[in-house]
């Protein structure tokens, strides 16, 4: 079974430019994530979707930040303008459902994300 | 404010002895906690977890403990081998809410020497 793929896995931008990574979760998984973790921090949810729907965007900074998973299968994000605090790993996840908390969060490998 | 507290940066333990990674948890609505691993350049992969109805959940070598009146878990790893190093991270979420967010602690960084 593949794995949650994402990519690119390293990106390196000015602050003011734009950028966006690209998730494909686990076939069949419903439920997909955007963390970012920044160096020495747990990740932190940025925005789940169930399907195509969004059932948690609340730390999302949503002045900059945006995600969309139009089809219910692979999802982006984007940064536009970055700042020098975006630096960080952006993990994307996926799980079966999302209906049970029991469900597990499968992570794909990360995009490493450094604005310069 | 953190709801997840691992307070433990870095642990070095020998091979074959036991790890014991702690983790304290403020919110009392979380219910349901787990343990991820991660490798550098990977993502963070679901190690154990345990219910809040339960105060132990054993997985091999691994082993997760729970006290709800102390809202404190700790991770055992016995015996420890040199490829557990990695980090580790704690984490929390409630069954009671409707997305079941996770809130993960900071990590610990486990070395296992040879």
């Known amino acids: 079974e593949a794995g949650v793929a994402q990519s690119p896995r390293y990106k390196i931008i000015e602050k003011r430019q734009s950028v966006a990574f690209w998730c494909n979760p686990i076939s069949g998984h419903a439920t997909l994530y955007w963390y970012q973790q920044i160096l020495g921090q747990g990740p932190k949810l940025l925005i789940q979707f169930q399907n195509n729907g969004v059932v948690d965007d609340s730390q999302l900074p949503k002045d900059r930040f945006s995600a969309e998973r139009l089809k219910g299968v692979d999802s982006t994000l984007k940064i536009q303008p970055a700042k020098l605090e975006d630096s960080a790993v952006y993990l994307c996840a996926s799980s079966i459902t999302g209906g049970r908390s029991t469900d597990t969060q499968y992570f794909g490998p990360g995009t490493r994300l450094t604005v310069l | 404010d953190q709801q997840v507290k691992q307070n433990s940066p870095s642990l070095s333990v020998q091979e074959g002895r036991i790890s014991i990674l702690n983790c304290d948890y403020t919110n009392s609505m979380f219910d349901y906690f787990l343990w991820y691993k991660k490798y550098p350049a990977e993502g963070p992969t679901f190690l154990i977890s345990?219910?809040?109805?339960?105060d132990k959940n054993e997985d091999g070598r691994f082993t997760v403990f729970l006290n709800k009146s102390a809202k404190h878990l700790s991770l055992h790893i016995v015996p420890s081998q040199p490829g557990d190093s990695a980090v580790y991270f704690c984490a929390a979420s409630s069954t009671r809410g409707s997305n079941y967010k996770l809130t993960f602690g900071k990590g610990t960084l486990l070395t296992v020497n040879p």
């Open positions: 345990i219910s809040s109805i339960k």
